[in-house]
């Protein structure tokens, strides 16, 4: 509530796990919590006026810091999840170059005063190819993600998995298997 953050619903069942997975509030070492979300103007949609944001919060709850993210390109976003580091957070948002299109995934490594250390892209720009990852955790020093990619128009979706490393590099971005959903 302090925020004011609509939180990323599919994430929201990751919130207190002790797996690695990425989530939209997390309780950091200080006991304070960091938020992810989306800020959007009050009233109907209107393109370009949401902003992926974090917010982070001391143990009372008070506001220390909040930044938004938004990146050439992308006219809309959603601000989905985070994972704390030693040195700083991991921040997970989908990106949208226009919102009648599916996402682009952005990775952003933090400082612990919210400052990009590094923003990764990966493939695509919403549509045919672009990997759209369900599940992003934090596991041996790599973020590990699975979802699903549509390799054309059909909209036929095969799985995908990624990984990326904690300096931005994608290591791995693998299309394989059936449809996941199915």
Known sequence: MQTNL????????????????????????????????TRRAPGKYRVGA??????KLDASGAMQWERDYKASGFLDYEGASAAELADGYVVYILSY?????????RLLRLDQSGRKVW???????????????????LTGGVLAMDGHIY??????????KGTVDLDGKVLS??????????
């Open 6 to 37: 609509d939180t990323y619903s599919y994430h929201a069942r990751h919130v207190g796990n002790g797996d690695g997975y990425l989530a939209p509030m997390i309780k950091t070492r200080d006991g304070g919590f960091l938020v992810v979300g």
């Open 50 to 55: 949401s902003r992926p944001v974090v917010a």
């Open 151 to 160: 390799k054309d128009s059909s909209e036929t979706a095969y799985g995908w």
């Open 119 to 137: 923003d990764t892209r990966l493939r695509g720009e919403g549509q045919a190819h672009t990997p759209f990852p369900q599940n992003v955790r």
């Open 97 to 105: 170059v226009h919102p009648a299109r599916g996402s682009v995934t």
């Open 173 to 182: 971005d693998e299309i394989g298997g059936p449809n996941p959903y199915k």
